[in-house]
């Protein structure tokens, strides 16, 4: 069953009434409970997928490191407080080192982090801070604290992710783009540190490396590393008083324990030998942003040479095509990552868009739907009315209007005018 935000709003509502104090499955504190850990778990689940794919979609170039990933993941799950959570860990396929975690114990990694670590301890430093925002519920604290304020979170934003489709992601595939995105508190850090760095220990790893991916992270968020502040740190604030209280916890507990630093360089062989073909990929990106499209296409080429499997390098050349008014071109670019990669919704989204350009009509209602389907977005309902309109669906044609109206900005004003025209 799909549970809308409105819904959450509402069942927020009735349980505000009902709900009193819970304690803190991780430090054993009372705390306010609206959500019960049975919404909790669905939210995790149904927002899981969405969520990846609004943040690159998994990377699904090697199979043995999201193995690999996962593996250690659980085994600090096992030693967590709340083992029994259903924990999954993916790997994304996005350059942004960052990482995240959903209610529930759903969990992503970036690729673009993953490069910066050394060892398989400093991985499940990373691992083990995200399963205590999990285990601690965290996410659910943050979304009781708007709750709090605003009962009617039907338009809750997605304004804290530059991806280019904030603002055109509707229904409940928006929330778990802002919890995952959304900044913690220093409380919820020094926690997730503390109890992580626990986790650590018990799980037999060198809680030493949590010290040392602090002390690194406030070195690169005081020279402003840009990579890491579009990323981890804009979620994760890094701060001189972290580092300090991980250092002296390390001290009272003692350091000692696994690194794996030759293991995790082996099961990383892969993605630093496909780097440079990422790297090509984000020179394009940038180039084609500063419309200098003959450079970017020569980029976004020799990504393709070096690593002809991967569908986002097809993805960016169509949009480079389009800019370029070669939409035919486009088009064959679009079909390539959709059948490398047909669950990723952007991919299949925009090869319906691009086909409804090239009015191929019954082609673009194909691709929309199964967009609209992981990932819905205003976008996509506009041109699935637009679709529908050509094809004399009236009814069909208001739904969809009807949907991309409820959207701010151009598409929702498109939208509303498109309306008015068939309702007149």
């Known amino acids: 069953m799909r549970l809308s935000i409105s819904r959450f709003g509402l069942v927020f509502l009735a349980l505000a009434f009902v709900a009193g104090c819970s304690v803190n499955p991780v430090t054993g504190e009372k705390q306010l409970s609206l959500i019960p850990e049975s919404q909790e778990l669905a939210i995790g689940a149904e927002q899981y997928v969405p969520t990846?794919?609004?943040?690159?979609?998994?990377?699904?170039?090697?199979?043995?490191?999201?193995?690999?990933?996962?593996?250690?993941?659980?085994?600090?799950?096992?030693?967590?407080?709340?083992?029994?959570?259903?924990?999954?860990?993916?790997?994304?396929?996005?350059?942004?080192?960052?990482?995240?975690?959903?209610?529930?114990?759903?969990?992503?990694?970036?690729?673009?982090?993953?490069?910066?670590?050394?060892?398989?301890?400093?991985?499940?430093?990373?691992?083990?801070?995200?399963?205590?925002?999990?285990?601690?519920?965290?996410?659910?604290?943050?979304?009781?604290?708007?709750?709090?304020?605003?009962?009617?979170?039907?338009?809750?934003?997605?304004?804290?992710?530059?991806?280019?489709?904030?603002?055109?992601?509707?229904?409940?595939?928006?929330?778990?783009?802002?919890?995952?995105?959304?900044?913690?508190?220093?409380?919820?850090?020094?926690?997730?540190?503390?109890?992580?760095?626990?986790?650590?220990?018990?799980?037999?790893?060198?809680?030493?490396?949590?010290?040392?991916?602090?002390?690194?992270?406030?070195?690169?968020?005081?020279?402003?590393?840009?990579?890491?502040?579009?990323?981890?740190?804009?979620?994760?604030?890094?701060?001189?008083?972290?580092?300090?209280?991980?250092?002296?916890?390390?001290?009272?507990?003692?350091?000692?324990?696994?690194?794996?630093?030759?293991?995790?360089?082996?099961?990383?062989?892969?993605?630093?030998?496909?780097?440079?073909?990422?790297?090509?990929?984000?020179?394009?990106?940038?180039?084609?942003?500063?419309?200098?499209?003959?450079?970017?296409?020569?980029?976004?080429n020799e990504a393709i040479r070096i690593l002809p499997r991967e569908a986002m390098f097809y993805s960016l050349r169509g949009r480079i095509y389009q800019q370029q008014k070669e939409i035919e071109k486009a088009e064959a670019d679009f079909d390539k990552a959709v059948s490398l990669y047909p669950e990723m919704f952007e991919y299949q989204l925009r090869n319906g868009l691009n086909a409804l350009a090239l009015n191929k009509v019954d082609k673009a209602r194909n691709h929309l739907t199964k967009a609209n389907e992981v990932v819905p977005t205003s976008i996509g309902y506009l041109r699935m009315g637009d679709v529908a309109v050509k094809q004399n669906r009236r009814d069909e044609a208001v739904a969809y209007y009807s949907q991309a109206a409820k959207a701010g900005g151009d598409v929702g004003e498109e939208a509303k005018r498109k309306l008015a025209a068939i309702t007149q």
């Open 52 to 300: 990846q794919q609004t943040q690159g979609g998994r990377f699904y170039i090697d199979p043995e490191l999201n193995l690999y990933v996962s593996e250690v993941g659980k085994k600090l799950a096992q030693v967590s407080d709340r083992p029994d959570l259903p924990y999954e860990f993916v790997v994304l396929n996005n350059s942004v080192p960052n990482a995240w975690a959903l209610p529930g114990g759903k969990i992503a990694i970036n690729r673009g982090l993953l490069t910066k670590l050394d060892d398989e301890a400093q991985l499940a430093s990373v691992l083990g801070h995200e399963i205590v925002h999990a285990a601690a519920r965290h996410s659910v604290q943050r979304m009781q604290q708007a709750q709090l304020i605003s009962l009617g979170v039907a338009g809750l934003g997605f304004a804290v992710s530059d991806n280019e489709w904030a603002g055109l992601i509707m229904g409940g595939a928006a929330l778990g783009a802002q919890l995952a995105l959304a900044q913690y508190s220093q409380g919820d850090e020094l926690e997730s540190d503390h109890y992580g760095i626990n986790y650590m220990k018990e799980a037999g790893y060198d809680p030493q490396a949590a010290v040392e991916l602090q002390e690194l992270f406030l070195e690169l968020s005081e020279g402003r590393d840009q990579g890491f502040i579009q990323g981890l740190f804009a979620t994760h604030p890094p701060s001189a008083k972290r580092v300090t209280e991980n250092r002296e916890l390390v001290s009272k507990i003692g350091a000692g324990g696994y690194r794996g630093a030759d293991v995790y360089q082996r099961k990383l062989a892969k993605l630093k030998e496909l780097q440079p073909a990422y790297d090509a990929h984000d020179e394009a990106l940038k180039l084609a942003s500063n419309k200098d499209y003959d450079a970017a296409l020569g980029k976004i």
